[in-house]
């Protein structure tokens, strides 16, 4: 840090004696800065000293922390907004996707094999297929993918590619022969094997039976960690994201966090909430919510009461409309139920941040009802529990989120992916509370926007673009399915940031643009307050500052480093 006498005040004519004043690392001029801060909403310029805002303001007020060695941007006019915080993503998941094989937009079964067929040729015999991510509601028929259908093109890998919601895997022969599983294996309790006319197993893997393939794949080596986490990197520096969290994150990906945080390479905050069946491990140590430093903290656990809907295994109070006797399945935490409030009574004793994964409605009230029983019994502390997804509500549930002040963890993007077949499978009343962004806000309750990548894109210039025009994919509802429950362009940008914040307790420290707080901000190419909603999809990021550190610039070279 620099020290610089500010002799120049008086050329100025700025009525000063000879102050001394820290110069800004770096000052960023003629910005259209949405500083996202009630107290000054507009700014032309910000100063940075280390890692913090030191100023907000006007080019001229900004420009008195000017010193020699300031390193300038001016912004050209161009919309500064505060660094995204995506509060769900499965971050190593995504950095491996990046590197697999890419089944999500495949429309035809054809085009789905060929692609697993290309991926086992470049592999060496006996590693193992994974990722994917294919969506069989983008072919026709929309008919879940069969071990026969990839077999002839992999005869020897094993194959054990997930649907992109991560609620179905496909498994091959090979796979199925490792893993044991036959027409004789019965389901486990929250899973289903998917069986043909004379009870073969297809292949098909649903939620907990998932983890009878799962268990015999081997686990990522510590490279693979390394890799996938520096691809993610990357990857969120070139989108705008600042912060994420890390759901379900292994300690093994903590581990390899924590080695790059020690050599200056975290480019992206991190709070990892790992598997909430492990909450012992936390409690242990005895650290709380939020526990760590800037770039790396842990202290929440994350549960799963359901499935989802695209699987539907999402637990609903009635059936599917599609599927009379199927109203969905808990998951197998929640069976019996006091294993789940067990669980959650010993993380909140611990002071630990509970997240729990909660889709279909009666899955939601049941995780409220737990938490009502974790309020009743524990009382007093600022706990903040959160429901990840929280798709689709029950009406009387609203007010009873707001009351026990449960963040609502939320990834608009889905929202205009599932609704192009969400009202076939749930009908038009239950659709008509799904992504209920809107009622949410009108409650009080805490938004907190995210992505839930590698499920789906990181982008959240596509989540803002998806909560403000709720348009969907298949372009059938230009004007917003559900349309009284779109967002505008500042709501959803303020739970991108501030909500997301507010759902690490990290309001004071990030998500907006405040002096004070950490320099984590995004230039962007438009000024998606100003622009047709529709063209908010395409604005690009032109600079990515973390810590007051460029980490991401198009048009120049940077090294991926936050150290001084
Ligand atoms: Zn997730």
């Known amino acids: 840090m620099k020290l610089v006498i500010f002799l120049l005040l008086a050329v100025f004519g700025i009525p000063s004696s000879a102050q ?6 770096l000052i960023i001029t003629h910005g259209n800065v949405w500083t996202g801060d009630d107290a000054r909403p507009k700014a032309e310029a910000v100063a940075v000293l280390g890692d913090r805002i030191v100023a907000v303001g006007s080019n001229a007020e900004v420009l008195l922390w000017r010193g020699p060695e300031t390193k300038m941007i001016d912004a050209g006019g161009k919309l500064l907004v505060p660094g995204f915080n995506d509060s769900h993503v499965h971050f190593i998941e995504g950095g491996r996707q990046l590197d697999s094989v890419q089944l999500n937009d495949a429309t035809s079964t054809d085009e789905f094999v060929r692609r697993i067929g290309e991926q086992a040729k470049k592999m060496p015999k006996g590693e193992w297929i994974l990722g994917g991510d294919w969506d069989e509601t983008k072919w026709t028929p929309p008919d879940l993918p069969t071990h026969q259908m990839i077999d002839p093109v992999t005869p020897d890998n094993p194959v054990l590619i997930s649907r992109y919601d991560g609620h179905s895997v496909l498994a091959n022969s090979l796979a199925l022969q490792l893993a044991g599983i036959t027409a004789k294996t019965p389901d486990p309790p929250g899973g289903t094997i998917v069986r043909d006319a004379e009870g073969n197993p297809t292949g098909d893997l649903k939620d907990a039976a998932e983890g009878l393939a799962d268990k015999v794949v081997p686990p990522l080596s510590h490279d693979q960690r390394m890799r996938a986490a520096k691809r993610a990197l990357e990857h969120a520096a070139s989108l ?24 200056g390479e975290l480019t992206t905050r991190i709070y990892a909430a790992p598997l909430i069946t492990g909450v012992d491990d936390q409690a242990k140590i005895g650290i709380r919510h939020a526990f760590g430093g800037p770039y790396l903290r842990i202290g ?44 959650m009574m010993k993380a909140d004793a611990a002071g630990i941040q509970i997240c729990t994964h909660a889709i279909g409605d009666q899955a939601i009230s049941m995780v409220l009802d737990l938490y009502t029983d974790v309020v009743k019994a524990h009382r007093g502390a600022e706990r903040r529990f959160r429901i990840e997804h929280a798709q689709h509500m029950a009406e009387k549930d609203f007010a009873r989120f707001a009351q026990l002040d449960v963040i609502a963890s939320v990834q608009p993007y889905h929202a205009i992916d599932d609704s192009r077949w969400a009202e076939a499978r749930i009908g038009h009343d239950r659709a008509s509370r799904t992504y209920a962004f809107r009622t949410f806000l009108n409650h009080g309750v805490h938004l907190a926007f995210g992505t839930d990548w590698d499920v789906a894109p990181l982008n959240p210039l596509l989540g803002i673009y998806a909560a403000v025009t709720r348009a969907t994919l298949d372009g059938k509802n230009p004007n917003g399915w559900f349309p009284e429950q779109k967002l505008t362009a500042a709501e959803a940008v303020h ?24 320099a984590d901000m995004v230039l962007l190419s438009e000024d998606i307050f100003a622009i047709d909603p529709v063209k908010i999809r395409d604005v690009k990021v032109l600079k990515t500052i973390i810590g007051g550190k460029v980490v991401w610039d198009p048009n120049r070279k940077v090294s991926y480093s936050t150290a001084y």
Not at 20 to 25: E, G, I, L, R, V
Not at 246 to 261: F, G, Q, S, T
Request: hydrophobic share 35%.
């Open 20 to 25: 001394s004043k820290p110069a800004a690392d």
């Open 240 to 263: 705008g994201v600042t912060s994420v969290q890390h759901m379900v994150a292994d300690y093994e990906d903590i581990a390899v966090y924590a080695e790059l945080l020690q050599d």
């Open 495 to 518: 739970a991108y940031t501030m909500g997301s914040a507010y759902a690490e307790f990290q309001e004071k420290e990030k998500g907006s643009i405040t002096p004070g707080k950490f």
């Open 300 to 343: 929440a656990v994350k549960g799963f009461a359901d499935g989802s809907l695209g699987s539907r295994t999402a637990y609903f109070f009635e059936p599917f409309s599609d599927e009379p006797n199927n109203h969905g399945l808990l998951s197998d935490e929640m069976q019996p139920l006091s294993l789940m409030r067990d669980r």
